[in-house]
């Protein structure tokens, strides 16, 4: 099975994404293959990164992350775990899902979404998101869980992902408790990123 962990960025906030090649990045392994995906830019994409023809800003992310799914199909990548820039993973923890869609389980309106942090995609959710057309749902999250719930994809909860609210003054005095029983967490600053994976 070909596993592609797709980060969500942009070049504003590149001291995450460097945070995360600084610390769990380095121990994928070969488990799957790692790019962070980035709108339109000026400069040369390094090794490790995609550039998407898309706005590169928050309101952007329904479109960027539409097109993350088209590029991961067309690389034949049978599943996708989207993460944010601010999550730590704990790779050789990670369990793969058995539905279509799985992560953090959220519920607004008609259909349950999993929290944009991180979320599992298997090619069948894939193909769903990648041919679906825009709304003006601002939140990536959101769309995505409408869109496959019309499709009669419904998303499955994942316990092992958490989010952990941070402060950069002060970790929670109880952090590594609440990421024993964990393979992924956020939102954390980049130092905080950092300083959680040692």
Known sequence: MKILYAIVTCERRSTQAQAQRESWLNDVGDRAD???????????????????????????????????????????????LKLDDDVVLFPSRVVLPRSDYAGLTQHSGHYDWCAGMTYWLRERAMQVVATSVLTDDPFEDRWVGTVLGKAGIRGQRDDKIRVVRAKAASMPHNLHAQLAHCYAAGEFTASELLQVYR
């Open 34 to 80: 790692v790019r962070f995906f980035l709108g339109r830019q000026k400069r040369e994409a390094l090794r490790d990164e995609v550039y998407l023809d898309v706005r590169d800003d928050y309101e952007g992310l329904p479109g960027k992350v539409r097109e993350v799914t088209r590029w991961a199909l067309e690389h034949h990548y049978s599943l996708m």
